[in-house]
Structures are given as C-alpha cells and as structure tokens.
C-alpha cells in the first residue's frame, strides 16, 4: 500500500454521529469481488433522492467537494458490520483521511490497512475542522507530527504507535509479515522434513 505521511486538500464536512459501514457503502453494492469500484456508490441512500437521483444538496454532490480529500464528521464514524468494503468505498471516491471523535474499531483498523488516515480528534478539534470546512479552507494533516493545520491553527492528535508506523511505511499485514522474511526463512530451514513447509 502507499505510505501515508502528509494529507492536503479540501475537508469536506459531514456532521453526523454514528455513521455506520451500511450507511458508508449499503449492502447491495457487496457482491463485487475487486477491491476498487466502490466509490460511486458511497453514501448512496444519502446521495439520492427517492426516484434515485442524485441530491444536489447532499454534500459530496457538491461541486465545492469534488476533489475534498478529507472527510470530517461526527462521532462512532464506521460502527456496525465489519465489512471492508466501508473503508474501501471512502478511498475509492478519493478520500485520503477521515477526521472523528472516534471511530469503530474494525473500521479504524480496516482503514490502518489500506493506507486510508483516521484521525482522532477531539469535539473541540472536530467543530474547528468542520467551521472551516464548510468555508472551503485548506488543510493539512502531518501524522509524523501529528498535528493538522488548518486557517492558522495547529490541532494536535493521537494515534497509536503501531498504526503510526504501519501508515507511515506503507504496511499492509503482507508488507509487515514480509519484514520478517528472514526469521521465517530460518524457521522453515530449521523444520523436520516430515513436516509441513511453506515451500509446500
């Protein structure tokens, strides 16, 4: 996956809690078996109307958040099933960062592995991000050094080290197992021939 080490761009605002992953990508769009593709359907009973057009009001039809890299909304952002696909959905339409409160944990963790940026900050943070948001301003999230800049503030966030290291190299679960190559190298050489080996 890419590394992920500085977010730039248009925030586009979504003020709302405890979206689910079924609201983020609803269940029916679930039977493709590519891992892109998603995004056209991203929020799509939000971004629709009734006769299942598009809704000009709705955020990310805007035409202000076309090209918003980053998503900040309210708090429990991705909670419900643990579908991937959630976290696929969000990078496929273009988004690079998703700013919250809290998020639900497989989301965040689906997220971490896709080199999609989820940003914890606080409600104080959140409402400053989502002022500036809805005036169109720039921001910039440096997860080295964990702040986000933004029309002359400077927030600071948390994140947990692992992820941190994982976002910052580019490490899926493949890219960390392959880091250990050489120790499961060694242990396979070290196997009793009866045994089962990697090398089959």
Avoid at 78 to 102: K, T, Y
Wanted: net charge negative; glycine share 8%; proline share 6%.
């Amino acid at each position: 996956m890419k590394p992920v080490s500085v977010v730039e761009g248009v925030a586009a605002p979504l003020p709302r809690a405890n979206v689910d992953t079924d609201q983020i990508i609803p269940k029916q769009f679930l039977k493709r078996i590519e891992r892109d593709g998603y995004g056209p359907f991203l929020f799509y009973d939000w971004a629709r109307d009734a006769e299942g057009e598009l809704d000009p009001g709705f955020v990310l039809n805007r035409p202000e958040y076309q090209k918003a890299t980053v998503l900040v909304t309210g708090a429990n952002f991705g909670c419900g099933s643990s579908r991937e696909h959630a976290a696929w959905a969000l990078q496929d339409w273009g988004f690079e960062a998703v700013i919250a409160p809290s998020f639900g944990d497989i989301f965040r963790n689906n997220a971490c592995n896709i080199g999609l940026l989820p940003v914890v900050l606080d409600d104080d943070g959140v409402r400053v991000v989502l002022a500036a948001a809805d005036r169109r301003a720039e921001i910039r999230i440096d997860l080295e050094a964990q702040r986000i800049e933004v029309e002359g503030r400077s927030l600071a966030f948390d994140i947990d080290p692992h992820s941190k290291h994982k976002l910052l190299n580019g490490l899926d679960a493949i890219g960390e197992t392959l880091q250990l190559a050489a120790s499961i190298d060694e242990y396979e050489a070290g196997r009793p021939g009866f045994r089962p080996s990697l090398a089959g």
